[in-house]
């Protein structure tokens, strides 16, 4: 199997792929054009990127099977467009978290220490204990948390750590999973706003969650809390939030931006990076050691087990529900050509096929296959494949929607 790494990538993720008799093609600088053209020549079964884009024109390009983001977030791969080529999509999630989490408690303790304008300050030959030596702490401070996935699980340890009191918001939160996290839990993001003195947001971006801290959220915000994002650029009205630093005085740390810069070097030139109030970072969440080897040995189990199975672990791109209306189940004599007399019949009869397996008994005497359907089939064509001397048994389940 021949994979394309198209981003920075651990040697020991190199040496891994190579272990498992990939042909491996490492490639970190390829972007754009130059991606499409690399993948157009040298037709990779897999691609491996990080922060690179992968458009449609990249996934039509050649014949790949299978897209890994090295991370957890895929957001910038066409997932739409790989969907409609039968190519999966699968990440990392997890991995990063606690480098992530380490982060956003940095960036909570630099806006509350002013630790960033501390260094500026003495670089500049200024000595201003007056001004510095003013500070909150966060002992006994409340958090609130936009999201508890695995990010925000690992931001809570260490907030109760400091002593902190947390209350945390997610569409999937419960009060008894709350209580197990030792939080309290609220009923909107707005509601997370209003209870805390600092809030940091840990949330995946999709279409739901796009623009989804806006205005009423930093309206409900105190006057001079912390706003820390560590999560996805996009996930937050970032005029809004700009023009709360102004008139209310709120501190943002943020490791991500509304209009990043796709390259790891070059010119940043958002407007926010020049607000007093704002303590940045450059997308750098992830980037620990910890965290990179971690993803690396989880792109290699993905890929390796793809290879020798043909199933993808942390596939996102899968239908969680199909226009299946039916079951068919066959239990059938484990013979060569049973189910595609089967599977012809419900071809002759004009239904589509949504999903099917088709397991072996022991000893390879009888199998059942399971055959979901889009529309049930006619009586007469059921009568026929009962009485074929293969079938063992036949029936046709009814999927609740």
């Not at 930093?218 to 999560?231: H, I, K, L, Q, S």
């Not at 750098?284 to 672990?313: C, H, L, N, W, Y």
């Amino acid at each position: 199997m021949k994979v394309l790494v198209a981003d920075k990538f651990e040697q020991s993720g190199q040496e891994g792929l190579r272990a498992t008799g990939c042909e491996v093609s490492y490639q970190p600088d390829l972007k754009d054009g130059a991606l499409v053209e690399a993948i157009g020549r040298e037709q990779p079964d897999v691609l491996v990127v990080r922060s690179t884009k992968v458009p449609e024109a990249a996934l039509d390009a050649g014949a790949l099977k299978l897209v890994v983001r090295a991370g957890a977030g895929y957001n910038t791969i066409d997932v739409a467009a790989a969907s409609a080529r039968g190519i999966y999509v699968s990440n990392c999630p997890g991995k990063n978290s606690v480098a992530v989490a380490e982060l956003a408690l940095a960036l909570i303790l630099a806006l509350d220490r002013r630790i960033a304008d501390n260094v500026s300050q003495l670089r500049e030959g200024r000595w201003n204990k007056k001004e510095f030596s003013r500070a909150r702490g966060l002992m006994g401070r409340t958090l609130g948390l936009v999201g508890t996935g695995q990010i925000g699980r690992e931001v809570i340890s260490r907030a109760r750590a400091f002593g902190m009191r947390v209350v945390a918001w997610s569409r999937s939160l419960t009060d008894e999973r709350a209580a197990e996290l030792g939080v309290e839990r609220v009923e909107s993001p707005v509601d997370v706003a209003r209870a805390s003195d600092v809030v940091s947001v840990h949330v995946a971006l999709n279409p739901e969650t796009r623009g989804m801290i806006g205005a009423e959220f930093f309206g409900a915000m105190r006057e001079g809390a912390y706003f820390v994002n560590t999560a996805r650029g996009e996930v937050v009205d970032q005029a809004a939030l700009i023009e709360a630093m102004r008139e209310k005085g709120i501190r943002a740390g943020l490791d991500v931006y509304a209009d990043e810069p796709t390259s790891a070097t070059g010119e940043f030139t958002d407007g926010i990076a020049k607000e007093p109030n704002l303590y940045g970072t450059h997308h750098i969440g992830a980037s620990t050691d910890q965290a990179q080897e971690a993803i690396a040995a989880e792109t290699v189990r993905i890929v390796k087990t793809f290879m020798e199975t043909g199933r993808v672990p942390n596939v996102v791109n899968l239908a969680l529900r199909t226009p299946a209306t039916h079951t068919l189940v066959v239990r059938h004599r484990d013979r060569p050509g049973v189910l595609a007399g089967v599977l012809d019949a419900i071809r002759v009869a004009g239904i589509n096929v949504q999903e099917m397996e088709n397991v072996v008994f022991a000893g390879a005497q009888a199998a059942v296959a399971r055959i979901n359907l889009e529309a049930a089939p006619p009586a007469e064509m059921l009568t026929k494949l009962r009485g074929g001397e293969d079938i063992i048994e036949l029936d046709l389940l009814e999927l609740r929607s």
